[in-house]
């Protein structure tokens, strides 16, 4: 048809469907087309009721919906829009932008990233300038009632990541009414300014579109500097643009701080949406997948609005109460009276005045107290909590704060969805965490031994410990009230000089520090390179006090504690007692609402506390002096956690990484900050704490704590003061430190303890070997452990051998003759078996069935050669029998069977590593003779 010359051309094609395709005319093809119709429209609908708002009915909504009303309040709205518009305007490069995008929504877009970016920088202003206020200011501005008495005065955030997070929801609020006052094509929430918020919003569009066109000439003046950089280059070269100003506030601050303000400042007509700014907070409790934000994640939003709002109103203040050219010479503060009653007094004149006469405003009532005229700081926050920031005002703040309140109890009060789940007894499972006992135990021992092996080979440069000057604990004595070590504990070497000595013999240690051809005569790189070390050490160490110490404290808390008292006042949190490292956490997650702080004691074992000792002892003072010659610092930091040389902060999210780090390579699976603590008093709860703690004879132990208990309170009372008041004034130990007593100690470090034996120290054991069985009360998992170990003997003995060998083989299977005898002997419990068998008769088996039918108990097995070894393992390989080879710090918990040479460890050492194992037996075999004994 379609030739070199031809007239005809194709019009179209004709596309045969395939024949599976085809829809015939019968009722089946008609019963198919209406069941993908009814998919269509049954997703649509879907569809539509997930992103269009619509109100509930009343019987279906929750109290909390209803509260707040956003569903008959954004009812026709869609949900992407909603999402969209109070999203972060997106920073596209110029090359990368679509061709498509017209000139009006660059400039919009533009418009958008510098408004987001002004409100984030505001934030950071105002932050500043509430450290820098006085405690009194920040205390009225606090309040959140008129008259209430507050302790805790405002506080600024900590961390420049935290300001930029609480100031989030202000620029989604600017970018709510930004982008909702332009004209679009889409329903959006009604809303109406009043006369002075419309003025401000204007005016700080002007301010910020005046910043974009200024940025967009600085660009322009760059680019054309830049191609006439060899003529002279520009004649208002020393001319500083407006947006070059970033030391404190420019107009365009000004002019967004004077919006939110204004948000503020208005009060209710009818209903609550009639005020702007709670139209936009409607639209932040919008999720991102349905529904509105909860109980749980919304008030935290609240709180950052209030919270951000408390330091505009203190900056606001600031700049309503400026001093004026003539008061500079003045003090800012007036007379509070005026003693002179004749009007005509010469010191009335404004010539002689030194302060302005404030002018006269409406009395408050009695109730409130006296009220500074609103001409300083103080009078200006004073008066505007009083008007629109304390609850009665009938104000936007007072709709915010009487609804965090009431998420805040429907949160307190309603039980968290669980996410804990016992396997079995030892197994426990945390969302997608899952792992055994004896696995988390193997972790905690890897820790130990890679913190220690960080500390002695990459910091203080032995291979052993015995290389290290011992810890003489029985010698340590320590005294809170010190700032350093206590004079009296006797120490075998002197430690800041400990490390260079051992570098000064060595010529291989000199090499890592020493270059002569530097200037400083220190080879930078490499000392970055050991600081890198140390601070790997230090993370190791965090972890491992995280754990080891009880239940874990928060990050902010562990993160705070000094090793030494600073010049500003405050205490160290490190100290030795009763040859015990503690270290004591004084912050808590209430104490910026109540003041009231608590002293949390955590107690850390033998082998933890031993790596504390060294680094403070002989590591920390090396590395000070280093640090302070390379990198010229002044003062060293007191924290136990320093700020690295390079600049890197120990954070939560940093701790968070090093704890991922540490359960990734122990467990295979990533474990937060966050999840721990869920997971610590999971195991808690299961093994250690005091409800499933028990005494061996109990009635007679709880009979003598009766007595002893009530013989104690007899000796307070007949001292004429109750048990409480003597804890906490009379004959208080040295160690008790302020807030805390002794029996509150003594219970902190029992937990502590109990967590102890529970991760299987070998420096409890001995402890309580000492102390006897009878002392002290036993936790559920040590009675468990003696339980299993009965149960397990029990059903060894009840084990039909040849079937369970069958099965362990995967084929059926026959007993020899002295093979069976032995067995047998095993199942009796019989010790001291001695079997003599040729090679390849079996001998293994007589170990690795028992370990196969009880995998929860040890089976230390002895071997002469490496070759042999490596048999045995490819053996528990090919029948799913755990395994481990016990060397130096290696880690055995889980394993069934541990395969250990005979230059190693004993046997005592070896059972006390394999912690919390029901039941141990140890083989030893010998190719010499072929014989196994057990």
Same mark, same amino acid.
């Given at each position: ?48 009721? $997930? ?7 009343? *019987?279906?909504? *929750? ?68 450290? $820098? ?29 935290? &300001? ?7 620029? $989604? ?87 939110? &303000? ?74 509070? /009276? ?26 408050? #009532? ?42 805040? =109890? ?35 021992? $890897? ?113 705070? @504690? ?37 002293? &949390? ?21 090396? !590395? ?17 956690? %320093? ?5 890197? =902060?120990? *954070? ?19 474990? #937060? ?28 132990? #709880? ?6 208990? /009530? ?11 109750? %048990? ?54 036993? @936790? ?30 995967? =084929?059926?299977?026959?007993?020899? #003759? ?24 079996? =001998? ?15 089976? !230390? ?6 070759? &042999? ?22 880690? *055995? ?26 039941? @141990?037996? @140890? ?12």
């Amino acid at each position: 048809m379609q030739g070199a010359h031809s007239q005809y051309f194709e019009v179209c094609r004709t596309i045969e469907a395939p024949a599976e395709q085809a829809r015939p005319h019968t009722k089946q093809g008609a019963m198919q087309r209406i069941w993908m119709r009814a998919n269509e429209y049954a997703e649509a609908s879907k569809k539509r009721k $997930q992103d269009a708002i619509q109100p509930g009915d009343t *019987t279906k909504t *929750t109290p909390w919906i209803r509260r707040t009303g956003s569903d008959r309040y954004l009812s026709g709205c869609d949900r992407s829009d909603l999402l969209e518009v109070i999203a972060e305007p997106e920073e596209s490069d110029e090359r990368d932008r679509s061709s498509e995008e017209s000139s009006e929504d660059e400039w919009e877009r533009k418009v958008d990233q510098a408004l987001w970016k002004t409100m984030g920088e505001l934030a950071a202003i105002i932050q500043s300038i509430v450290g $820098q206020s006085g405690v009194m200011l920040r205390m009225e501005a606090v309040r959140s009632e008129a008259d209430q008495q507050r302790f805790t005065p405002l506080r600024p955030y900590q961390e420049a990541a935290s &300001i930029e997070r609480h100031c989030r929801p202000w620029q $989604q609020t600017l970018m709510f009414f930004v982008r909702t006052q332009r004209p679009h094509d889409w329903h959006s929430p009604v809303y109406r300014f009043n006369r002075r918020q419309k003025m401000a919003f204007e005016a700080m569009v002007e301010a910020v579109s005046q910043e974009v066109r200024h940025a967009r000439e600085e660009q322009e003046g760059d680019e054309e500097e830049s191609e006439d950089e060899e003529s002279g280059g520009s004649e208002d070269g020393d001319q500083v643009h407006p947006s070059q100003e970033n030391e404190g506030m420019r107009a365009v601050h000004r002019a967004c701080l004077t919006l939110c &303000i204004e948000l503020m400042n208005q009060t209710i007509h009818n209903q609550e949406y009639d005020m702007a700014m709670l139209c936009a907070t409607a639209v932040l409790g919008v999720h991102a997948q349905q529904g509105f934000r909860d109980p749980e994640s919304y008030p935290p939003i609240l709180s950052s609005i209030i919270k951000v709002a408390r330091f505009m109103i203190i900056q606001q203040a600031e700049e309503m109460a400026r001093p004026t050219e003539d008061d500079e010479q003045y003090s800012p503060c007036a007379s509070a /009276m005026d003693f002179d009653s004749d009007g005509d007094s010469g010191y009335d004149s404004p010539e002689q005045s030194p302060v302005r006469r404030p002018r006269r405003h409406a009395q408050h #009532s009695r109730s409130q107290g006296f009220v500074v005229p609103p001409t300083t700081s103080f009078g200006w926050v004073q008066q505007m909590v009083r008007t629109f920031m304390a609850r009665g005002t009938a104000w936007p703040i007072q709709w915010l704060l009487d609804l965090r309140t009431y998420g805040l =109890k429907i949160h307190y009060n309603t039980t968290a969805i669980g996410h804990v789940n016992w396997k079995d007894k030892h197994t426990l499972e945390y969302k997608n965490i899952a792992f055994s006992m004896d696995e988390f135990r193997g972790m905690v021992h $890897q820790l130990v031994a890679d913190s220690r092996r960080a500390l002695l080979q990459d910091i203080l440069f032995v291979s052993q410990a015995d290389e290290l000057p011992a810890v003489p604990w029985g010698a340590l004595h320590d005294d809170p009230r010190t700032g350093d070590w206590d004079q009296r504990s006797r120490l075998p070497t002197n430690g800041p000089e400990w490390l260079y000595e051992r570098n000064q013999a060595r010529e291989d240690l000199q090499d890592r520090f020493v270059s002569s051809e530097s200037e400083g005569g220190y080879h930078r790189e490499r000392v970055r390179d050991w600081m890198r070390q140390a601070a790997r050490f230090r993370g190791l160490l965090l972890v491992l006090m995280h754990i080891t110490g009880g239940q874990p404290a928060r990050g902010t808390e562990i993160l705070s @504690c000094r090793h030494r008292i600073t010049a500003a006042g405050s205490h160290r949190n490190v100290f030795i007692e009763d040859r015990q490292v503690v270290f004591v956490t004084k912050y808590h997650k209430g104490v910026e609402i109540t003041g009231d702080v608590k002293i &949390i004691h955590q107690y850390l074992p033998r082998e933890v506390g031993e790596l504390v000792v060294w680094y403070l002892w002989l590591a920390l003072p090396f !590395i000070e002096r280093i640090q302070a010659l390379v990198w010229q610092e002044s003062a060293m930091s007191d924290y136990l956690w %320093p700020t690295d040389p390079d600049g890197s =902060k120990w *954070t939560t999210d940093r701790m968070k990484r090093e704890l991922q780090r540490v359960s990734t390579k122990a467990l295979g699976q990533s474990i #937060s900050v966050n999840a721990y603590r869920e997971i610590a008093i999971a195991i808690s709860r299961q093994w250690v704490r005091g409800d499933s703690a028990f005494q061996r004879d109990h009635e007679e132990e #709880s009979i003598e704590a009766q007595i002893d208990r /009530m013989d104690s309170n007899a000796a307070d009372e007949q001292a004429t003061h109750s %048990p409480h008041v003597a804890g906490l004034i009379y004959a208080r130990d040295v160690m008790e430190l302020v807030g805390s007593s002794a029996d509150r100690r003594q219970r902190f470090r029992k937990v502590s303890e109990d967590w102890h034996r529970f991760l299987g120290f070998e420096s409890t054991a001995v402890r309580d070997e000492k102390q006897g069985p009878f002392k002290r009360k036993w @936790c559920g998992f040590e009675e468990d452990a003696e339980e299993e170990q009965v149960r397990r003997r029990a059903r060894l003995r009840r084990m039909d051998a040849q079937a369970e060998l069958s099965w362990m083989m995967r =084929k059926a299977m026959t007993m020899r #003759s002295v093979q069976g005898e032995a067995m047998q002997a095993i199942q009796r419990g019989d010790s001291h078996i001695v079997t003599v068998m040729p090679t390849g008769a079996g =001998k293994s088996v007589l170990f690795m069935l028992p370990a196969f039918v009880e995998p929860r108990g040890v089976n !230390i097995v002895v071997v002469p050669l490496k070759g &042999i070894r490596s048999d045995m393992i490819h053996r528990c390989q090919q029948l799913g029998i755990r395994w481990a080879v016990w060397e130096e710090g290696a880690v *055995t918990d889980g394993a069934s069977i541990v395969l250990v040479t005979p230059e190693r460890p004993p046997v005592r050492r070896l059972g006390r590593s394999s912690s919390g194992c029901a039941g @141990c037996s @140890c083989w030893i075999g010998s190719s010499s003779t072929n014989a196994m004994s057990c």
